[in-house]
Structures are given as C-alpha cells and as structure tokens.
C-alpha cells in the first residue's frame, strides 16, 4: 500500500497536518477522497465492433466549492492515479485561494490508437457515464494529460445535451464555445511565473538562467516558449522519443515551426539528440519537468545536477527522490505551486461562463499573475517562518484553507 501513487501524496498530507497540529478526526477526512467512481465506457469502434474502457472520477474534497480538476487518456491510468491526482488538485484550488475542491478524471485508453470518430465516441460515452456528479456547480472538468480543446468541447456538448446549454461544467473548451483567451498558454505562463517569483526571492533573475525542459505537450512546450521570450536559455527539451539540445541554447522558434503537435522531437533537425535521461542529469540552473508522474525517482534522483527543480507536470518527483533531491541541497518547486497557473486560468474561464462576461487575453494574463504572485508569497513566507521545505509550506498553506472551511461548515 504505501508504494501506492495516492499513500505517496498521503506521506506529504501528513507531514503538514502534522506541522498544522490538524485534529486526528480531520486529517482522516483529508486523507480520504468523498466519492470515487469506476464506470464503463463502452464505444462502437470504426470497423463496428464494441470496445469497452474503463473511466475514473474521484472527487476528492468539496468544502471550499465545487469540485475541480483536469480529465487524463492514458493507456495506464487507473483509479489510485486519478485518486492522488485528485487530492493534489484540493490542495492546489486552495492554495491559490480559488473557490473549488479537487477531483480528477481518467479513461484508461491510447488516444493514439484511436481515430478521431472513436476518441470523440470515448469522451461522450464517459461524459454520459459520469453526468450525473458533475455540473457547473458540482464538478467541472478541464484539460490534462493527453485531453485539449477538441475533447472539452466534446464533454461540453455530451453534458449540454442533457442538461442543456452548460458551458460552465468544463475549462479548457474552444474560444468558440466559451473557452477564454490565454487557458491554453496559462499553465506553462505560471510555471515560467513562478520559476522567476523563487529565482527572485535566491537573488537570481531568469534573464541568462540555463533551463532544460523535460515533456513537450502544452506545458513544455510553453514554458519553453515563454522562458526564452523572457530572455532564459533552453537547453534541452524532450518528449517520449528523446530530445533535443544545444549548450548555447536552442532557437526556440526554429523547433517550434518544425516540432508542430504530433511530431516527435526525434525527427526535429535543431540542436543536437539527447535522451531523457541524460537530460534530467544535465548541468544546467533549472531542471523543469513536465511529462509525467514519477519521472524522478530513486533510481536516477542523485544524476540531477540543477540546484532548482520547478514541478511542472504533477508529482514529477517520488517522495524517495524528494528526500535524495533535498539531502543534496536541491530546491524544489511543488506542483501544487508551479503548475497552478491552469487551474487559475479555468477559474477565470468558469466565472465568465457563469456571468457570460468576456474576458481580454491582457486582463487574463494579468490576473494570472497576481494569483500566483500572492500564491508564491504565501509559500515562501511559511517556508521562512517554519523553515520548511516549499513543498510541506505549500501543503501548509493549502490545507490550513482546507481545514478551516471543513471546521466552518461543521463536516468533522
Ligand atoms: N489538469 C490541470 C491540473 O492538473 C488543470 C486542472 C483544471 O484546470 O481544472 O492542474
């Protein structure tokens, strides 16, 4: 059990309830998610045949909102997947002060392998399966692992055709059907935002900072962008098949022109090849990942040589390399802090879509910043005052907010 994804992200829960001195009633209330479900999500496949997946919704913990969170396609998720991810998603909604719980969603299936009538078919069908717990007021959903746009409008559609027209049950959506501009870019802008806000507070500015980038879908592919927009270096990025990388920096618009969604960055003519490996032990200021979970682990956590890791994907790091990473002297960038700039853009989304207010991309942007500014203050501050790490003063933060409003409502 405690090898388990979800025990793993318990061990940090606990680590700050027991700094918060949490009650024993409530922390078990923390740990615990408020309702999971396992359904079937059956679909006619091109050639006729019935194929039969299974999907996932755990929402976590609702005392501060609706739940919230992203919905993942992967050939290997499973429920204690959506299950860790879920009770990462309470503590990063009340981290950056949003008005949400946390939940996330799974359907364990290789969008590649499927066509595009079948991914559309897969997402109805689970929609369909799950319509009943979610709702703008319940449970919204958004992008994640392997989902965009295309697959919001379709869990749109599926749950408006029920419910009527519902924009607000799902983030990440098409501008056309209620998305925002600036959702897209919002979770890599907050990572850049954020890896500059703890670069400031080491006396360190993000102009000339060395950084290499592992995972290249909508995070990666933007926190590259924007990182050398603002004058970083990139030197290595990578994605399933390997990498790329140039000491001197890779020309960032160059890859971006060829590394279009859906190429591989192996085939990609600019810098030199690298694999994933020897880019997580590259010398560089700032290591970022933003694949997958787990991508650092016991195993190859003493090969990283940046002293700065900011958390792009979630739960990049296993707890064993945590500690391996810290003992070294390495700081860590929690995902609940780093990567929060997508959730806080689909809040801004969620509220235009509530008052059918439009928003500018300036304002968006401007937003974004100052939540996750206050966001990173409130971090490091509790890290200073308790002499913590960001991630335990991170969970700190989050979960005091959780707490309380469980104490309010008279839940525990
Ligand atoms: N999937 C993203 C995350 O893990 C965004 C979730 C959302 O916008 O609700 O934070």
């Given at each position: 059990m405690a090898s388990t994804f979800s025990a793993s992200v318990n061990q940090y829960v606990d680590r700050a309830a027991d700094l918060l001195g949490l009650e024993q009633d409530i922390r078990g209330l923390l740990a615990d998610p408020y309702r999971q479900i396992d359904v079937q999500v059956p679909i006619?496949?091109?050639?006729?045949?019935?194929?039969?997946?299974?999907?996932?919704?755990?929402?976590?913990?609702?005392?501060?909102?609706?739940?919230?969170?992203?919905?993942?396609?992967?050939?290997?998720?499973?429920?204690?997947?959506?299950?860790?991810?879920?009770?990462?998603?309470?503590?990063?909604?009340?981290?950056?002060?949003?008005?949400?719980?946390?939940?996330?969603?799974?359907?364990?299936?290789?969008?590649?392998?499927?066509s595009s009538r079948e991914l559309e078919a897969a997402t109805r069908s689970f929609t369909h399966a799950i319509s009943g717990i979610i709702g703008p007021n319940a449970d919204i959903l958004a992008p994640d692992v392997n989902t965009d746009a295309r697959v919001m409008g379709w869990v749109m559609d599926a749950y408006s055709s029920q419910a009527g027209w519902s924009p607000a049950v799902v983030t990440g959506k098409p501008l056309e059907l209620g998305g925002v501009p600036g959702r897209v870019e919002a979770t890599g802008r907050g990572v850049v935002s954020i890896t500059a806000s703890t670069l400031a507070a080491l006396g360190q500015a993000l102009t000339g900072r060395r950084l290499a980038v592992q995972g290249f879908g909508n995070v990666g592919r933007h926190v590259a962008q924007l990182a050398a927009e603002q004058g970083a270096v990139i030197v290595a990025v990578s994605d399933v098949s390997g990498g790329r990388c140039a000491p001197e920096g890779i020309d960032i618009p160059a890859l971006l022109a060829e590394a279009v969604p859906g190429v591989l960055l192996h085939e990609v003519p600019v810098g030199d090849a690298i694999t994933n490996d020897e880019l997580l032990g590259l010398?560089?200021?700032?290591?970022?990942?933003?694949?997958?979970?787990?991508?650092?682990?016991?195993?190859?956590?003493?090969?990283?040589?940046?002293?700065?890791?900011?958390?792009?994907?979630?739960?990049?790091?296993?707890?064993?390399?945590?500690?391996?990473?810290?003992?070294?002297?390495?700081?860590?960038?929690?995902?609940?802090?780093?990567?929060?700039?997508?959730?806080?853009?689909?809040?801004?989304?969620?509220?235009?879509?509530?008052?059918?207010?439009?928003?500018?991309?300036?304002?968006?942007?401007?937003?974004?910043?100052?939540?996750?500014?206050?966001?990173?203050?409130?971090?490091?501050?509790?890290?200073?005052?308790?002499?913590?790490?960001?991630?335990?003063?991170?969970?700190?933060?989050?979960?005091?907010?959780?707490?309380?409003?469980?104490?309010?409502?008279?839940?525990?």
């Open positions: 006619h496949a091109d050639d006729g045949s019935v194929h039969t997946f299974r999907g996932y919704r755990v929402q976590h913990n609702g005392a501060r909102g609706p739940f919230k969170g992203g919905l993942r396609f992967h050939p290997e998720t499973d429920l204690d997947e959506v299950r860790a991810l879920a009770s990462l998603m309470t503590w990063k909604s009340a981290l950056l002060d949003l008005p949400f719980g946390g939940a996330k969603g799974g359907v364990t299936i290789d969008p590649s392998s499927l010398e560089c200021d700032v290591l970022i990942p933003a694949a997958l979970e787990n991508a650092i682990d016991g195993t190859n956590a003493s090969a990283v040589r940046a002293p700065l890791v900011v958390e792009a994907a979630n739960h990049p790091i296993t707890p064993e390399a945590d500690v391996t990473l810290r003992d070294a002297g390495v700081t860590i960038v929690p995902d609940i802090l780093a990567n929060a700039g997508g959730v806080t853009g689909s809040y801004f989304e969620w509220t235009a879509n509530l008052t059918a207010f439009r928003w500018s991309e300036e304002r968006f942007n401007q937003e974004l910043l100052s939540f996750l500014g206050r966001a990173f203050e409130s971090v490091w501050v509790r890290h200073l005052e308790h002499q913590v790490d960001l991630r335990t003063a991170a969970y700190m933060v989050g979960m005091a907010r959780v707490a309380e409003a469980v104490r309010l409502r008279g839940l525990a």
